[in-house]
């Protein structure tokens, strides 16, 4: 949180900003400067670009430090992995006992969502998604509508079969860790008009159009919805927004979209795969309020079977740092309407199709983007990759989209190795129980590792849950 205090919260408006003479024209094209200022937007976004740089840089120093200690010694430990998102959680004794220590763990222009900390648990016995506009107590729709912060878990493994676009209230977290969850069917996950949403560990898939028809979106409101567009998750309007540890593939429309003024956004340790259309960053090329939109990608695997958009920008500052990209079909990165784009430590695996080398693609000719701040630094090129930058000038060298040449490409496996859902090893699930508010927990702390969408075949639908003791029963009913 270092710039938390430094962040201006603006209200929804435009406003004219008047520069000093010391601002060429040439300069405000260089900057990326925008009239358009949104709330949540950070004033200094390459203060935070090389925030998450010296995160990771301090990340990797303490994990080698550590295999140093062990004078080479393999260890089984989860922790130490020189990621700084992971290494915050999964470095603390009995994780279970405090996971809302996850809300402190973001990084980038996301770091500032806490989610429901603060707010109560709220555990997720009930899989059925039946009634969208009056959800039963014990189900995700009725724990995402409610007012108040709200820290979600599951209780069991579950396969949740949406009837309709799954609307999110402010301050919630979904939080999956120690259960399968999987989400699919009408919409899936919307996040439109609200702020402070970490989406964490549960695999979303197979979504598809639906609408036209009432959906509940607080305990106080319902209304009609037109036809969503089958996004995975689609972020509207939103801001202070975290995905992170998530496996994605196979959507109507795209696997996570973010349009219409969001901001703050981070999209960290997910799996991407099996899609075409991956994420779309931005609404249209005329849509002004897009200019503030900030997003970090990092540390995400975007694998096989994958077509375009990883991601798709239209105007914004987009800093993509320390992800893998895996042979693409078409290109990985792409834009128009003059986006920034700062790609820094990255692996870009070119697909064998000789025609599909670049990684970058514009929409407009060489002439339109030849001014726009699209930077690689320190990114690795393998089977033929290459990455075409642009930018006002080779003396500007892109000002605002460039910051101290990263080493931390050195270390892609380390920082991507667990990209997804993470599930524990030995069958230790570290499961939402009775022993979590006793502060004692059976396993003794569950050692978690990812999954590949690979390893687990899920077709999706509603689920039984399964058999819980007596105790945990009353608690639940407690919550309720």
Known sequence: MLYQGSR??????TVVIVFTASFSPSMAVVLNLTATLLPGQHPNPEAVVQHVQSKVRASLSRHLMRRKLLSGEKSSSSCSTGNPIDDCWRCTSNWQLDRQR???CGIGFGQYALGGKGGRYYVVTDSSDSDPVTPRPGTLRHAVIQEEPLWIVFAADMGIHLSQELIFNSHKTVDGRGAKVHITG????TLQYISNVIIHNIHVHDCYESGETNVRSSPTHYGWRTKSDGDGISIFGARDIWIDHCSLWRCKDGLIDAVMGSTGITISNNHFSNHNEVMLLGHSDD????????????????GHNLVQRMPRCRRGFIHVVNNDFTRWEMYAIG???NPTINSQGNRYTAPFDRDAKEVTKRVETRED?????????GDIMLNGAYFVESGDSVEVKYEKAYSVEPKTVNFIDQLTMNAGVLVARRGKMGKWSMATMNASMDDGGADLMAISDEEEDYSGGSCKLVAFNSNLL????TML
Do not use: K, Y
């Not at 009353?474 to 009913?477: A, G, M, P, S, V």
């Open 369 to 377: 983007w030849a001014g726009w701040n699209w930077r690689s630094e």
């Open 186 to 189: 009408g919409g899936c996950i």
């Open 335 to 337: 834009g128009s309407g």
């Open 287 to 302: 849509f002004g309020p897009d200019s503030g939109m900030q997003v970090t990608i990092a540390f995400n695997h975007f």
């Open 474 to 477: 009353c608690f639940l009913i």
């Open 102 to 104: 996850l809300a402190e």
């Open 8 to 13: 201006i919260l603006f209200p929804v408006l």
